[in-house]
């Protein structure tokens, strides 16, 4: 089992600093993408207009993942997703599955993660969105990502979304809590 730490008490200081972690992540993978992508493929097409909320850059075609992962998703995006997940950096490279210590030397050299590791980085972001949009409050939505669940076998949908199928699972398990279904 992960340990995470806890959030300060603050809620408003809780907000502020995921809001800033979101646009630092979003600011690091489009950087990356308009440097390296081409005119008019889908990554430019879609990072063109302006973004603004978790919805827009996460609820990805297929087609957009795809071309994000070929392209590579920045090392240094990890530190960004450790502050907006609120977690350790230490538990965003286990997430991953990657060694910390290599994750972060690669990040100062601006190097792509491995694909295993570009595709958990989207699926963590795609289930905090599918989270948020289950839950009252983004702070609501990232202690219930981060608790350990019943129907989960006692581990956190965090730690289930190491793997595809996973994921999968903590998808069900929101859009049944959101729509009232059966899991």
């Given at each position: 089992?992960?340990?995470?730490?806890?959030?300060?008490?603050?809620t408003?200081?809780?907000?502020?600093?995921r809001?800033?972690?979101?646009?630092?992540?979003?600011?690091?993978?489009?950087?990356?993408?308009?440097?390296?992508?081409?005119?008019?493929?889908?990554?430019?097409?879609?990072?063109?207009?302006?973004?603004?909320?978790?919805h827009?850059i996460?609820?990805?075609?297929?087609?957009?993942?795809?071309?994000?992962?070929?392209?590579?998703?920045?090392?240094?995006?990890?530190?960004?997703?450790?502050?907006?997940?609120?977690?350790?950096?230490?538990?965003?490279?286990?997430?991953?599955?990657?060694?910390?210590?290599?994750?972060?030397?690669?990040?100062?050299?601006?190097?792509?993660?491995p694909?295993?590791?570009?595709?958990?980085?989207?699926?963590?972001?795609?289930?905090?969105?599918?989270?948020?949009?289950?839950f009252?409050?983004?702070?609501?939505?990232?202690q219930?990502?981060?608790?350990?669940?019943?129907?989960?076998?006692?581990?956190t949908?965090?730690?289930?979304?190491k793997?595809?199928?996973?994921?999968?699972?903590?998808?069900?398990?929101?859009?049944?809590?959101?729509?009232?279904?059966?899991?």
């Open positions: 089992m992960i340990t995470y730490f806890s959030p300060p008490s603050n408003v200081v809780v907000k502020k600093k809001e800033q972690a979101y646009k630092d992540l979003t600011q690091i993978l489009i950087s990356a993408h308009r440097e390296r992508a081409e005119e008019g493929n889908a990554i430019t097409a879609f990072f063109g207009s302006g973004l603004v909320s978790a827009e996460w609820h990805l075609s297929s087609e957009s993942a795809y071309e994000i992962l070929k392209r590579g998703v920045p090392s240094r995006s990890l530190a960004a997703l450790s502050d907006y997940l609120g977690v350790g950096k230490g538990v965003v490279a286990s997430l991953v599955d990657v060694d910390r210590t290599t994750a972060f030397r690669n990040a100062s050299t601006d190097r792509p993660l694909m295993h590791a570009a595709e958990t980085v989207l699926r963590l972001l795609e289930l905090t969105s599918l989270a948020e949009d289950t009252e409050t983004p702070e609501d939505a990232a219930w990502l981060r608790s350990a669940h019943p129907m989960l076998n006692g581990q949908p965090l730690e289930l979304a793997s595809g199928y996973g994921a999968e699972r903590v998808k069900e398990i929101l859009i049944a809590l959101k729509y009232g279904g059966a899991v």
